[in-house]
């Protein structure tokens, strides 16, 4: 054989070598990243695991969920959408993201995400599975990456609990990613996981984590039922991974929304807690022994129509809180929680916080509920809301810390954008603002009164700052030609346009814009603003003020509601 001949044949067995190498790497990179759970997930299962009574269950649960509730958090990725956000998990230190497939499918090739540090990057879409809804994206990052590992979801019990992380506000100029509890159900005839950690659009591509902190499913769509949520499987994931980081759709029919489910089977495991949020109900009631026989059903009268609402005494003298928008002016009337009922007067109204005072007149002793205790909040922490009877009517957890509560009553433009970077206008909505001043398909804005817009997120900012009914001037550019174009924005009636199934709850008429409110997943009823919330402790810590929408409600802090309160009751004073 000639030397010319050996060389070829090295370098052939050399380019083998090399070929299986970079395989062989890639499959490991899969196992890299996919938990071996065997000794976490029974580290404390033992002979008395089984007769745990639920109270310590739940607590243990609370404290798993303040162990993990960082790391998880900070695996998560907002993904940009056109004129809206959706939400992805980062599942590697070198950038692999995962989604939902509807979500690629609602971008171009490359779009932008944003981590929880608040870095940007481009993404690259890669393989995605319409009908399982779950898709693959990619970023190249300056350094290792925060990231959740996919967990095993075929090991799921029934009412084993979970977490939901993600932006449900998907039309607000900045969503934060809201944490959500839940507890597994079952599974669909097409592998989707059903829980009643609650979602709506923009958690889209979320994670769904078990309580070692693994991602088990991706958020990907609901029924009208508020514990219709359904997600993805990561078993389909984990076993198309080679099929997905070569950018393959491996199935390209869109989901079956069938809703039937094989029940989980009862296994036994220190997150199960059988019953889900039935039994957190339960929990959190024993500790409500006197504290419902504060609130009261408020009844007045509002432009000639009956308003009917609960509220919170808070005084041992009569004076009690409740939510301002719910509270008409006119013959208001108090019912005790003992059946007794009394008059109430106006002491004032807080617009700001959308709090009202009133002052019952009654001879009775009354319960009330202690403002003046300092007890913090935290995210992850178990709650219960307090109806006016003795089982507490709600549970759930804080989903995002105390915070200005921005309005979502901003300027309202009515366009589209094109997912390439810039603020590119793909479609204008008829009627709206864009479409009555002229602009057009295609055109590219770049200023927003004399503010430089470069991309969607610059022009969102932009828009964060107007209201409706206001002029603006916006300068575009279109077939090369720099044209400047007088708008007067509109408003989004989000009440008249519920194309989606998550929009179709009853939500308070002032829902946000309030200066200091947490969340929480509570899907209160909107007469049920005014109620306090109560931890694993029985100690009351906030006062719910809204249903916000699907996935939330807000709550003020104590703190903050009795400096409002006392500076209603010195205004009061003064007025005299």
């Given amino acids: ?108 090739k490359n779009f932008k995400v944003r981590l929880h540090d608040g870095s940007q990057y481009l993404a690259v879409c890669l393989g995605k599975d319409y009908t399982a809804d779950y898709g693959l994206m990619k970023i190249e990052p300056l350094k290792k990456l925060v990231f959740s590992q996919l967990g095993d979801a075929s090991n799921l019990a029934k009412d084993e609990a979970c977490l939901m992380i993600g932006y449900p506000g998907s039309s607000e100029k900045d969503p934060q990613a809201i944490t959500r509890i839940g507890f597994y159900k079952g599974i669909t005839a097409n592998d989707y996981l059903k829980t009643s950690c609650i979602m709506k659009p923009g958690d889209s591509g979320g994670p769904l984590f078990n309580l070692n902190g693994e991602v088990v499913g991706v958020c990907s769509y609901i029924n009208k039922e508020i514990d219709g949520n359904f997600y993805s499987s990561v078993e389909n994931v984990k076993k198309n991974w080679k099929r997905l980081i070569s950018g393959e759709t491996i199935n390209h029919k869109k989901v079956n929304y069938d809703d039937s489910i094989t029940q989980a089977p009862n296994t036994v495991n220190p997150f199960v807690l059988k019953g889900g949020k039935k039994t957190l109900v339960k929990v959190l009631s024993e500790k409500n022994k006197t504290i419902y026989k504060a609130v009261v ?219 200091y409110a947490y969340t929480h997943d509570m899907p209160l009823n909107i007469d049920q603003c005014g109620t306090p919330l109560i931890n694993l402790d029985g100690k009351v810590v906030g006062l719910n003020i809204s249903r916000r929408n699907r996935v939330s409600s807000l709550a003020i802090p104590l703190e903050h509601l009795e400096k409002v309160l006392s500076q209603i009751l010195r205004t009061a004073e003064n007025d005299i």
Avoid at 30 to 41: F, H, P
């Fill in 1 to 108: 054989m000639s030397v010319t001949l050996k060389k070829r044949h090295l370098i052939l067995l050399i380019s083998c070598l090399s070929i299986c190498f970079f395989f062989t790497t890639k499959s490991n990179t899969l196992e890299k990243y996919v938990s071996d759970n065997t000794q976490i997930r029974y580290y404390t299962v033992n002979a008395n695991d089984r007769v745990l009574n639920d109270k310590k269950r739940v607590a243990e649960i609370q404290q798993r969920i303040f162990e993990i509730h960082d790391k998880l958090s900070q695996s998560m990725v907002k993904v940009e959408t056109g004129n809206s956000f959706a939400s992805g998990v980062m599942i590697s230190e070198d950038g692999y993201i995962l989604t939902a497939a509807h979500v690629i499918d609602a971008v171009e």
């Fill in 297 to 515: 059903e408020i009844r007045s009268i509002h432009d000639s129509i009956e308003k009917i609402t609960l509220g919170s005494i808070f005084s041992k003298d009569g004076y009690i809180v409740a939510k301002s928008s719910e509270i008409g002016d006119a013959q208001i009337y108090c019912t005790l929680y003992n059946g007794s009922m009394c008059q109430a007067s106006l002491i004032g109204r807080d617009k700001d916080n959308d709090l009202a005072v009133l002052k019952i007149k009654t001879k009775e002793k009354v319960n009330s509920i202690d403002i003046t205790t300092k007890q913090s909040v935290y995210v992850g922490e178990i709650l219960g809301t307090v109806l006016n009877n003795e089982r507490v009517g709600w549970s759930g957890i804080v989903g995002l810390e105390a915070d200005i509560i921005s309005t979502r009553n901003i300027g309202y433009l009515g366009v589209d954008f094109k997912q390439s970077g810039e603020a590119t206008i793909k479609s204008v909505s008829d009627g709206q603002a864009a479409n009555k001043a002229g602009l057009l398909s295609d055109d590219k804005i770049i200023e927003f009164n004399l503010v430089s817009i470069g991309d969607f997120e610059d022009l969102i900012k932009a828009l964060s700052d107007t209201k409706p009914g206001q002029k603006v001037v916006i300068t575009i550019l279109r077939d090369d030609a720099v044209m400047n174009i007088d708008v007067v924005l509109g408003e989004r009636d989000f009440s008249e346009h519920k194309h989606h199934i998550a929009d179709n709850v009853i939500t308070n008429r002032v829902k946000d814009g309030f200066p």
